[in-house]
């Protein structure tokens, strides 16, 4: 069994097989979605006080906050996906 982890800053790092989406916190139904989730104690915050620029929702429906961009994390998972391929 092989568990592919994803960089989402500082060092922490997140399960690529659990990742269901990467989207962008600006919207009003994110904002909610975070809320949701803090209130219900599933919400992991991997900013390191910084601003939230990426939150990831994962299968599990924990959300997972991040300081990088969007783009940032979605190339990471590309290149561990390659990684895998060859």
Do not use: W, Y
């Amino acid at each position: 069994m092989n568990i592919n982890l994803i960089n989402v800053g500082f060092g922490n790092m997140i399960s690529a097989s659990r990742l269901v989406s990467i989207v962008s916190p600006e919207s009003a139904p994110i904002k909610r979605l975070i809320q949701d989730a803090r209130d219900t104690g599933k919400l992991v915050d991997a900013t390191h006080g910084r601003r939230t620029r990426a939150v990831m929702v994962m299968d599990s429906e924990h959300v997972v906050l991040s300081s990088l961009q969007p783009e940032t994390v979605a190339n990471r998972f590309d290149i561990e996906e390659s990684n895998l391929d060859g």
